[in-house]
């Protein structure tokens, strides 16, 4: 009788197959032809976030991802939604500490006019105060709302402030209060100059379309923007870490909470498939350590451990955070205590295959729905090429999740979760007077 052949789970993921073209202007197209349905997703991925910004300026690219919503030369405030829309098409865009991006999902049929109504807000955007004023006042309430009214996001934000000294991901992608109240137009149209043009841009294309008819329609649409030839800055490093940081914030708050934050890795390097492994081990779901060991026995309100999934995972070394809330009528204290130990033992003893293998069902889980959509293969396709320059690394995440060992889980945890590479802000709550006392929340 003949032996099955050995299950691979690698092989779930469905090959991305990618077909790339540059155009002279140094625009980069990759089209992703799946006809499964008659549906196409178009993304246009500009490589400016908040790393791009300077002090005195953050927030300048959220800010105009806002503005490139309100209208151009030939269309009104809001009338590239409406359209679209009106043909079916799912609209939205989001700005990260790497990149813009903006989508739309739509009928394929309707893809020529995607391509020329996103060529038309790249070249006509209407840039003058009547845009500009009102726009920066909604920027500036969603900061506020984000950040100032959030029960953690002033928390967040030291711990970024305070892990990072000479990185621009100190910065929060939002911007600083004070910089939003101080950006002049001008600012805006600087900005739109250097950043937003074919050189620095990647359009994607997944779903049913001709690889051929699409190059043809991203040149004629896009093929004669001229490329200014801005030189792109300089690459940051952060430095090492040399000893634990704290800080503390002060707030009105019904609880305690902590935030720790450890250096680790960017997209591009191997080791940030075991730290995403780990931090399903340690918390993802009922089963996972944190759980067990300070959720259900009521040890902790809320203890989770974060990283950005791929290909979300920032381009330079990002922060592996642990954010802990204290029970009510627990002293954070003991739970920090608690927690440094718990982390500790993993450090010394790693973990059993049982929860490996699970973290990596769990994940492989998650990975193949999100393949089955244009949308997310587009996304990976367009992210890895633009923070790694290798967009073929999008087909590769199954086989290197299930190349991890458990011996590769406790050499990350001994690297990066160390005292030294900590930053710890915890939340003090203060009273509504106290509050007042300590000034304004900005």
Known sequence: ??????????????????????????????????????????????????????????????????????????????????????????????????????????????????????????VNLKLDEETFSPELQVVISERKLRSVDSPLGQVEEQLFATAYTQHPYQWPVIGWDQDLRHFTLEDCRSYYRNHYHPGNMTVVIAGEVNPDRARDLVDRYFGAIP????????????????????????????????????????????????????????????????????????????????????????QDPDLLVVAAVAAPGQPLTELESELWAALERLRQDGVAPLELARAKKLLRSQAVNSLSRNFFRGLLAGLFHLK?????????????????????????????????????????PVSGEESAALGPLA
Do not use: C
């Open 1 to 122: 009788m003949t032996p099955s052949p050995k299950f691979d789970p690698a092989a779930w993921q469905p090959e991305i197959h990618m077909v790339p073209y540059r155009l002279d202007n140094g625009l980069t197209l990759l089209v992703l032809p799946e006809a499964s349905l008659p549906v196409v997703s178009l993304q246009i991925h500009y490589k400016v976030g908040s790393r791009h910004e300077l002090p005195g300026l953050t927030g300048i690219s959220h800010l105009f991802e806002h503005l490139m919503f309100r209208g151009t030369q030939t269309l009104g405030p809001e009338e590239f939604s409406r359209i679209l829309q009106a043909k079916g098409g799912e609209i939205n865009a989001f700005t990260t500490k790497d990149h813009t991006s903006y989508f739309e999902n739509l009928p394929a049929e309707h893809l020529e006019l995607g391509l020329q109504l996103e060529a038309d807000r790249l």
């Open 227 to 314: 490329n200014p030839g801005v030189a792109p800055r300089h690459p940051f490093t952060e430095p090492p870490q040399r000893g634990e940081r704290r800080a503390v914030v002060k707030k009105v708050s019904q609880v305690e909470a902590l935030l720790a934050g450890y250096h680790v890795v960017g997209l591009d390097h191997p080791d940030l498939y075991p730290l995403n492994l780990l931090a399903i081990i340690l918390s993802g779901g009922k089963a996972s350590r944190f759980y067990q060991e300070f959720i259900r026995p009521g040890k902790a309100a809320a203890l989770e451990v974060e990283m950005a999934p791929l290909p979300f995972s920032a």
């Open 388 to 428: 790694t320059g290798d967009a073929s690394k999008a087909n590769q995440i199954l086989a290197s999740f299930e190349a991890v060992t458990a011996a590769d889980i406790l050499r990350v945890a001994q690297t990066y979760l160390r005292e030294d590479n900590r930053t710890v802000v915890t939340l003090q």
